[in-house]
């Protein structure tokens, strides 16, 4: 296809610099966007009179008969085309002829292409917490059935408290409606028309740049044209909040791998989820939550390549930022990927409470509640502590657990102890007493989720 800027020049492109150059191999999923942005321009150019009414609504018919034509497969793209931008131009040239060349009247690929990428991303985003909200759901109806089931806390991955599987589950709901609310504000600074701004310069055509930007559903307008064309901190922001949505998943994963182990054994991913060996054939591996925490780096390293791309360019459009598409959009589609597999699988896990509560059982994760048993006795916590690690490391020796170590070797320790330590020391009440707002306690766990549910309505 011959280039639309061919005015000034006196050979034929190189094939290899077409190659280099082209971006329709990957911005053409942006077909959609340009038509519609060209449409709403169009239709402006008609109303203020700068073309004529008659050709603005030639012009509109036609671009519309594009777009369904290529939704039909009636219309290929043309993959040797510049870009999706000059393929749909010269697409409604080929069928309007003179009226088509009035199109990109007051127009620049530059102030374009910074509509079409604001377009896209603004569906990408709500295509995503569409996602999120499912992963929200799925998180609140296990954490309701797992709301009483006892497991051990970690920090430094050593048992230290005893928490419920809901409360952890929640833990993850948290960070994933905080994804939500950021990807929210990203859609905030998104959602600004830039078309008007020209090649950089803004334009002498009395443009009613307004109209546009409510045609389209824009907030508002950009009002310097410079930025206009050459702003993309919105796929920076949006790159990095897909970064943090990353970083939760790929936590999460972490936990599901180590809780599909044999060593913890706290989970049992479905079939469906899973994968097997080659050669060993007992195996049964979760490579979708391996895939998400590896596929995070991808991401990282989109939003590097974003920061990177545009740290060193002077106003106003540069082609670097051509490079803008291939890392936004493999960020993009590498969260929806991630997403559609990791929501089912967690959906379909089996919970093996038993095992949570046998790893509870073990490595005293109830000591902090017999030293607070010793506090309401009376004792300063400095001491109850002291009392209490000697108690346990009494129990190491023995090969005992707290529970079932005899009264006389409490009160040997500390006379304060009577029989009503095996009360206190019960990890059902434990957990049932941790009742201070954001405990983990049953009712604490429901009101997490009641207000979760009551957040993505
Ligand atoms: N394909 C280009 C991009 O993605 C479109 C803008 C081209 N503008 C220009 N002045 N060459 O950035």
Not at 253 to 268: A, L, N, P, R, Y
């Amino acid at each position: 296809m011959a280039q639309l800027w061919k005015g000034r020049f006196k050979k034929e492109l190189a094939k290899e610099t077409n190659d280099f150059n082209s971006s329709i191999g990957f911005d053409s999923r942006m077909f959609e966007q340009d038509i519609k942005g060209s449409i709403a321009h169009a239709t402006m150019l008609g109303a203020t009179g700068i073309i004529d009414k008659s050709e603005s609504d030639k012009i509109v018919d036609g671009l519309n008969d594009i777009l369904n034509d290529i939704k039909r497969g009636k219309l290929k793209i043309d993959m040797q085309a510049e870009d999706i931008h000059t393929f749909i131009e010269g697409e409604l040239t080929a069928r309007l002829g003179q009226t088509g060349k009035r199109l990109h009247t007051a127009r620049s690929r530059n102030d374009q292409v910074a509509l079409d990428i604001r377009l896209t991303l603004r569906d990408e985003i709500e295509e995503i917490v569409g996602k999120l909200k499912e992963l929200v759901l799925v998180l609140c109806n296990k954490a309701e059935e797992h709301k009483a089931t006892i497991m051990p806390g970690y920090t430094h991955l050593q048992r230290a408290q005893p928490i419920t599987f809901g409360h952890h589950l929640m833990a993850y709901c948290a960070m994933i409606l905080r994804d939500i609310d950021r990807l929210g504000d990203v859609k905030k600074r998104m959602n600004i028309c830039p078309l008007g701004s020209g090649a950089l310069a803004g334009t002498t055509y009395p443009l009613d740049r307004n109209m546009v930007a409510d045609l389209l559903g824009f907030d508002d307008i950009t009002y310097n044209s410079l930025d206009g064309v050459s702003d993309r901190d919105f796929c920076i922001e949006l790159a990095s909040a897909l970064s943090i949505v990353m970083v939760h998943l790929s936590r999460f994963s972490e936990e599901i791998i180590m809780w599909c182990s044999w060593e913890f054994k706290f989970v049992e991913l479905d079939d469906a989820f899973s994968t097997g060996s080659s050669i060993m054939p007992q195996k049964k591996n979760p490579d979708i939550a391996e895939l998400v925490r590896g596929k995070s780096g991808r991401v990282f390293g989109d939003l590097t390549t974003l920061l990177t791309m545009m740290k060193g360019i002077a106003l106003a459009y540069n082609k670097d930022m051509q490079e803008d598409k291939e890392a936004i959009f493999d960020a993009v589609d590498t969260v929806k990927m991630c997403l559609n597999a990791f929501t089912p699988m967690i959906d379909t896990m089996t919970v093996l409470k038993e095992n949570m509560r046998n790893a509870a059982a073990k490595g005293f994760i109830n000591a902090t509640d017999c030293a607070d048993y010793l506090v309401g006795k009376g004792l300063p916590f400095r001491d109850a502590y002291k009392c209490t690690g000697e108690l346990v490391a009494l129990c190491i020796d023995k090969g005992l657990t707290l529970e079932s170590l005899p009264l006389e070797e409490y009160q040997k320790v500390c006379s304060l102890f009577d029989s009503e330590v095996y009360t206190a020391i019960n990890l059902e009440k434990c957990v049932n007493d941790r009742k201070v707002v954001g405990s983990p306690c049953p009712e604490n766990v429901m009101m997490q989720i009641k207000t979760a549910r009551d957040k993505i309505q």
